[in-house]
């Protein structure tokens, strides 16, 4: 059976009571945090699937968080160009965009995907229950997310042809050789105290190729049993 409207107002209502002190942590480490309202109003669109674990959007502070703060450390006026490997509804893009915008810097968030942005698809959303909807149409009331680049392409091929990522977020496919070799990639592309985010690291294979990454200084952090993200910070 089919999710209701109640369905996702129910798992989304559960969610947004839970605590996550790990997260506050980090917030309060890089003095930056997301408006919760703002936050919570694009999760519950675009962060809260129905599935058989509760809805999860941390990362969306973690994001916005850590992208301030390495903006505000920033001594050059160089644009900076923002990776988002794995694009889903669009979230993770939006909370960077955010970052950028709210920091007032020069720059841009690219998004990819295996999935075609341009295709009227299920996304598991509440925003779809009259019909399904192509990324720009369920992104249509944040005016902000018209500034990013969705793309339909791998993790791998969109940072290949990039030749400068700043900041990365590393949410796209979850094996060893797929996360092992966006990260090669990414070393070449990036300097000393830039950063990447790597989700699902409780997958053995994420874990193994975030171990593996000497490139970064990497700190793992548990939000909740079965999600584990971390943080890698470029070697000088």
């Known amino acids: ?53 509760a809805p999860n959007w941390q990362h969306g502070r973690v994001l916005y ?5 390495y903006l505000a ?12 490997v794995g694009t889903a509804k669009g979230f993770s893009a939006l909370c960077m965009q955010w970052a950028l915008n709210d920091s007032r810097s020069v720059g841009d968030v690219t998004s990819v995907d295996v999935l075609d942005p341009e295709a009227a698809v299920r996304r598991n959303t509440v925003a779809e229950l009259g019909g399904y909807l192509t990324l720009r149409q369920t992104l249509d009331p944040w005016p902000d997310a018209a500034a990013i680049r969705f793309l ?10 990039m030749s400068r990522v700043h900041f990365c977020y590393l949410d796209g496919k979850h094996t060893f050789d797929a996360v092992s070799e966006e990260i090669a990639l990414l070393l070449q592309r990036q ?32 939000i909740l049993p079965h999600r584990r993200f971390a943080i890698g910070v470029r070697r000088g």
């Open 65 to 69: 968080a850590l992208l301030r703060g």
């Open 1 to 53: 059976m089919s999710p209701t409207a109640d369905d996702y107002a129910r798992i989304f209502e559960a969610e947004r009571q839970v605590r996550y002190d790990v997260i506050d942590a980090i917030e309060a480490r890089e003095a930056f945090a997301l408006d919760r309202q703002r936050l919570e109003d694009a999760a519950r669109v675009l962060a809260c699937p129905f599935k058989a674990h």
């Open 152 to 161: 339909k392409a791998t993790g791998e091929s969109a940072i290949r042809a």
């Open 191 to 222: 300097e000393p105290g830039d950063v990447v985010v790597f989700d699902d690291v409780q997958i053995d294979g994420v874990a193994r190729a975030v171990k593996a990454a000497a490139g970064y200084v990497r700190t793992c952090y548990e």
């Open 73 to 84: 450390a920033r001594a050059s006026t160089e644009p900076v160009h923002v990776v988002d």
